[in-house]
């Protein structure tokens, strides 16, 4: 079973920025969307930055601006690079692969903005 093994995490100051990595385990032929969510303590998994086999991105309105997602397709692996962090952006940090009729997540890493 292809796993997703996520990097970049840590511990930043408002202000700061981070970049994320998720790389599957093998080689997968087409993989439909690659995503990022987060989630913080007490609320709900949502969406921060997808993008499409075809390259086509969409960001939530609290990110827009600050963060970019984009993906090295030789590689299967998918980046977000986060600029200008808040605190409200502290939270776990998962990535998500669609590929066939198949979802796949990472086990989250942590991303904390605090001074």
């Known amino acids: 079973q292809v796993q997703l093994v996520e990097s970049g995490g840590g511990l930043v100051q408002p202000g700061g920025s981070l970049r994320l990595s998720c790389a599957a385990s093998e080689r997968l032929l087409y993989i439909n969307f690659m995503g990022w969510y987060r989630q913080a303590p007490g609320k709900q998994r949502d969406l921060v930055a997808g993008?499409?086999?075809?390259?086509?991105?969409n960001y939530s309105n609290s990110v827009k601006g600050r963060f970019t997602i984009s993906r090295d397709n030789a590689k299967n692996t998918v980046y977000l690079q986060m600029n200008s962090l808040k605190p409200e952006d502290t939270a776990v940090y998962y990535c998500k692969f669609a590929y066939g009729s198949v979802e796949t997540w990472g086990q989250g890493t942590q991303v904390t903005v605090s001074s």
């Open positions: 993008i499409t086999g075809g390259g086509s991105t």
